[in-house]
């Protein structure tokens, strides 16, 4: 690195200012680890809204199979448990089940920005910090999409789980063992990869904007921020 | 111009908005510091010398006027070139230590060398020299909050140095640290200047550093008032004792 004397600029200057992709990682998840409990409750919001989202579609997934049994005296058991049986087509597709998966995705995306935007905000003055030790603004981003990444994975991972789990439990409940035998373990895998990729699409989602916004700072206002 | 002038501000102003009023925080100082001097810049609170060292730093933005550090005028530099100069040229000491809470008192040594590139067995091991520097070896392990008030500094000093740069600046360094701790950290800052050459700047209304400063820059009401050397402050401090 040195002083072009034409331009009186610094060169090659790109090259020389770095953070490894594998430190980086390890950087993002050791910061998890130590503020385990802090990154518990941002986990939790996603944990309790792809919980909900995978809930429901696991339930469509056994109301369709039970469905396709075509016992008349199960569509009225499920008739009196209150879902809605389209004449034709799956349950999942009527409208108030849309709905109802709006509703769900709605809740989780500001519950996860909320989580976030809590998590970036707390951390101004470590953000200050590491650029005056000349940290780039990407990698101030890269370190938090890091993080969200890993709590999205984790998170989505037990919430779809944990939601399929009661969906399964309270199918039985209702409607005994043949809910079981009906029900399309493809179609459930496919509404919990679903409710996964949901969840880690929305973690970063939410953490983009503060991320972004807390990089873009001057170091200055960043570490004034908490005085 | 001297040859070996590193830090020249030339007639900076900054004007910060408080709601609608607007205030002059800094009336146009000019200041020229000499490579390897170790500088204080001293006035009450409130007197514009955190921000005139903000300013130096390339933490904060002048209003009007300039800095050039190494002749090369900050205000021109892009974002990675603004981040090298951060990360190579200048060390920065905080009155509130800001190391990274959530690494070790080791990775917070070696965070400016991995960003400076260096591999990362070669940043440990130097980080290691640098905690025997400031006397914190067998503490490398821990946490800041594991950490008193003057081992963070010196965990914050020794940081500062990571990436041997030219130029240290300490924003009062002792503001938070009792009288004991606070010479030990002075007495670092000043081993640091004369061992390795390096610019010391420090801003701060802490009296005991001016035994030790080269040039004292005392600063009111946003404009520099006095420019003292050495042999000439003996005295002036002489005549209030």
Known sequence: ?227 | MNQSTIVRVSNVVKNFKLGKVEVNVLKGISLDIESGKYLSIMGPSGSGKSTLFNMIGGLDKPTSGKVFIDEIDIAQLDAYELAWLRCRKIGYIFQTFNLIPVMTALENVTLPMIFAGVSNNAAMGKGMELLEIVGLAERHGHKPFELSGGQQQRVAAARAIANDPAIILADEPTGNLDLKTGEEIIALLKRLSSEKGVTVISATHDLKMLNVSDQVVWIRDGAVEKIENRDELSISVGEIG
Request: net charge positive; charged share 15%.
């Open chain 1, 1 to 227: 690195m040195t002083v072009e004397p034409k331009t009186g600029r610094y060169v090659q200057v790109d090259r020389i200012v770095a953070l490894p992709f594998k430190k980086s990682v390890e950087i993002a998840f050791k910061s998890i680890k130590v503020r385990f409990f802090r990154s518990l409750i941002t986990t939790l919001s996603l944990v309790l809204a792809v919980s909900f989202l995978s809930y429901v579609q696991v339930n469509n997934n056994i109301a369709n199979g039970l469905l396709s049994l075509n016992r008349p005296q199960i569509r009225t058991a499920m008739e009196k448990a209150g879902y809605d049986i389209p004449g034709q087509g799956d349950i999942g597709s009527s409208p108030k089940q849309r709905w109802i998966v709006i509703l769900s995705l709605l809740v989780c995306v500001f519950g996860i920005v909320n989580a976030q935007l809590m998590a970036v905000t707390e951390r101004f003055r470590e953000i200050g910090t590491m650029k005056c030790l000349g940290a780039l603004d990407r990698f101030i981003v890269r370190l938090f999409l890091l993080e969200a990444a890993m709590q999205g994975v984790a998170g989505s991972a037990v919430g779809s789980l944990i939601g399929a789990l009661f969906a399964i439990c309270g199918g039985l409940l209702r409607f005994g063992p043949q809910s079981f035998g009906a029900l399309a373990w493809g179609d459930v895998a496919a509404s919990l990869s679903m409710a996964v990729a949901t969840g880690c699409v929305l973690s970063l989602v939410g953490v983009t904007y503060p991320a972004i916004m807390a990089a873009r700072m001057q170091p200055v206002e960043a570490m004034r921020s908490e005085k």
